[in-house]
C-alpha cells in the first residue's frame, strides 16, 4: 500500500489472525478477487504464499481513515477500540458458544462441565471480549472420545463452512444480519479460572479412571495451546511428565504394577493397578523406562507450576 495514501485510504477488508482457518479464509477471499489486507505472524505470512503487498502491520492500520469490515480469526490480540471506532462492521470468529463459553480454552472446559454439546460462531467485536452480537453459530455433539483437540478441530472445520455461507455474504452485500443473544446464559473463563482445573491437570490414581480420563480429555489440546496447565501431567519423583495417552485396562491382567512405585514400561507403556482402577499410560517423554509416581493424599500443585 502507498504511504501517501495510507491517511486518506478507506479499506473495505482488513484480516488480522493467524492458523488455518484464518489462512483459509484469506486464501478464499482472495480466488473471489478481493481485495484484502493482512496483519498475521512473519511464520504465517510465509504459509500464505501472497504479494508483500496484502501486508499491512499496526501501525499502518492506525493510520487508515476508515475500515468497512474488520475480521479477527484465531488472533491472541485485542483490537484496540480506537481501531473499533473507525470500523464499521468488526467480526471475529470465537472457537465456542457464545455466549456461554466466552474466554479461553472453551472446549477445555466444556469436557470439565460435562457438556454433551459444543459450537463456534462469528460475532461482532465490542469494547469487551466475545460480547458482540451473534452473526453465525453452529452447535455440535460432544463424542465421548473427544478430546478438547478435536473438538477444536470441529470449530474450525465448522467456522470455515459459516464464513463461506453467511460471513462471505455480509462481505458482499456490506450489511451484516444479527441474531438474537440469550445474555443469561453468559460466562467467561480467562487466566483467573486456570486455578479451576482439577489438581492443575494432574492425574489423580486414587480418583476413578473416569475421572481421570475427563483430565486427559479436556488437557490434550493443540500443539498451538502451549501453557502446561492445560496438558494432562503425572507427578513423579523425578519432576513433571506429559502424558500421551491413558487407557482403561481389564483388571484380570496379573501383570499390572500394584504400585505406584517403580513402575517398568512394556511394550513402551506403564500399567498398573491401583485402588482397584486399571491403566495403561503412555508418556511424551520416550526415554524414561520406569516410573515413580508421587502419593496424591495432601499435594500443593502450585509448588510444581511456580509461573501459575
Known amino acids: 500500500m502507498p504511504k501517501d495514501r495510507i491517511k486518506s485510504e478507506i479499506i473495505d477488508l482488513v484480516l488480522i489472525g493467524d492458523g488455518p482457518l484464518f489462512n483459509h479464509c484469506v486464501n ?13 505472524s512473519l511464520n504465517n505470512s510465509k504459509k500464505l504464499n501472497i504479494k508483500t503487498d496484502y501486508f499491512i502491520n499496526y501501525k499502518k492500520l492506525y493510520k487508515i481513515k ?3 469490515f474488520l475480521l479477527s480469526i484465531m488472533n491472541g490480540k485485542i483490537i484496540e477500540k480506537n ?3 473507525k470500523t464499521k462492521y468488526a467480526i471475529n470468529f470465537h472457537d465456542g ?6 474466554g479461553l480454552y472453551s472446549s477445555s472446559w466444556a ?3 460435562s457438556e454433551k454439546k459444543h459450537g463456534c460462531c462469528w460475532h461482532e467485536m465490542g469494547e469487551n471480549v466475545d460480547i458482540g452480537n451473534i452473526l453465525s453459530f453452529k452447535n455440535f455433539k460432544i463424542e465421548n472420545e473427544d478430546t478438547s483437540y478435536s473438538i477444536d478441530l470441529k470449530s474450525l472445520y465448522y467456522g470455515f463452512n459459516l464464513f463461506k455461507k453467511d460471513i462471505f455474504k455480509y462481505i458482499k452485500k456490506k450489511k451484516i444480519i444479527v441474531k438474537k443473544r440469550n ?3 453468559i460466562s467467561y473463563y480467562g487466566r483467573s479460572h486456570f486455578k479451576n482445573i482439577p489438581n492443575l491437570g494432574f492425574l489423580n490414581f486414587n480418583k476413578s479412571y473416569e475421572y481421570n480420563s475427563k483430565i486427559f480429555r479436556a488437557l490434550t489440546t493443540s500443539k498451538e495451546k502451549k501453557n502446561i496447565i492445560f496438558q494432562p501431567k503425572l507427578l513423579t519423583l523425578k519432576g513433571v511428565e506429559v502424558i500421551k495417552s491413558i487407557t482403561k485396562l481389564k483388571c484380570k491382567n496379573t501383570n499390572l504394577s500394584k504400585s505406584l512405585n517403580n513402575i517398568l514400561k512394556t511394550r513402551g507403556y ?25 502419593n496424591y493424599k495432601k499435594i500443593n500443585y502450585f509448588r510444581y507450576l511456580k509461573f501459575i
Open 183 to 185: 445474555n443469561k446464559l
Open 97 to 102: 458458544p457464545l455466549p456461554k463459553y466466552g
Open 66 to 68: 476508515k475500515i468497512n
Open 270 to 294: 506403564f500399567e498398573l493397578k491401583y485402588n482397584k482402577n486399571c491403566f495403561r499410560i503412555e508418556l511424551k517423554n520416550t526415554k524414561i523406562k520406569s516410573l515413580s509416581i508421587k
Open 28 to 40: 478464499f477471499l482472495r480466488n473471489k478477487k478481493f481485495k484484502i489486507y493482512i496483519i498475521t
Open 111 to 113: 469436557i470439565l462441565n
Open 83 to 85: 481501531i473499533l471506532k
